[in-house]
């Protein structure tokens, strides 16, 4: 079975500090998927990225970063001088042949951006 | 903006009622999914309808049931509404049919059960 825990429920930080989001996933596919998503206070769900597991390559786009260690299986997501913009709740999601066509969710972090 | 469109956005009925919610994909997605988002059970697979057919089901509840038409516009039939019904259903959309690219999320359709 899949499973991805989050084990964050809520963050508060200032605005301009750095906010790290951790995820750890487990499945017994050898080749999957992961994803972000943020939900900000409006409701809908907004994709920020997806990385197969074949790529360990970290990634940074604008003030967003991901750190992708398949040793820990572990897929952690970094805003870098928050804003209260990125005041949201972030899900990190798993896909994979092992949970046929569904995507697994976290349980969601609460990221609180103060100004 | 997803490209994803559901309707109502706001829907408030009472027990024992029937709803229907309603989803438009994003051009030329061909698979639609819908997912459940309750605060006790966080968000939740439903069902999926790749290009007019049944591909996978989740945790979907005998009451409800869903279709996707020729059109690809999907629709959710929630039946003999209970208290516990009321959450924020969400419709998404991708090209493939699989679990490997993303799925695009329309704004939700909030569901309260009086």
């Known amino acids: 079975a899949q499973k991805v825990t989050q084990a964050q429920t809520e963050i508060s930080v200032v605005e301009k500090e750095d906010v790290t989001l951790d995820c750890v996933y487990e499945?017994?596919?050898?080749?999957?998927?992961l994803f972000w998503y943020k939900q900000p206070p409006s409701g809908e769900l907004v994709f920020l990225i997806r990385?197969?597991?074949?790529?360990?390559q970290n990634e940074i786009s604008g003030r967003y970063s991901w750190n992708f260690q398949k040793s820990t299986s572990s897929f952690n997501f970094t805003i870098t001088a928050s804003q209260v913009v990125d005041s949201a709740v972030y899900f990190c999601?798993?896909?994979?042949?092992?949970?046929?066509?569904?995507?697994?969710f976290g349980g969601g972090t609460r990221v609180l951006v103060k100004p | 903006d997803s490209g994803v469109t559901q309707t109502p956005k706001h829907l408030i009925t009472a027990t024992g009622q029937r709803v229907t919610l309603r989803c438009s994909p994003r051009?030329?997605?061909?698979?639609v999914y819908w997912y459940q988002q309750s605060l006790d059970q966080g968000l939740q697979f439903l069902i999926q309808?790749?290009?007019?057919?049944?591909?996978a089901k989740g945790n979907i509840l005998e009451r409800f049931s869903a279709q996707q038409f020729p059109d690809l516009h999907s629709e959710l039939n929630l039946s003999s509404l209970e208290l516990g019904d009321s959450a924020l259903y969400f419709c998404?959309?991708?090209?493939?049919?699989?679990?490997?690219?993303?799925?695009?999320f329309g704004p939700g359709t909030r569901l309260t059960v009086l």
């Open positions: 998404a959309s991708s090209v493939t049919s699989g679990n490997t690219n993303e799925q695009f």
């Open positions: 499945t017994r596919d050898t080749t999957y998927y």
């Open positions: 990385r197969n597991s074949f790529d360990e």
């Open positions: 999601a798993l896909g994979g042949k092992a949970a046929g066509n569904k995507l697994t």
């Open positions: 051009s030329g997605d061909l698979s």
């Open positions: 309808y790749y290009n007019g057919e049944e591909r």
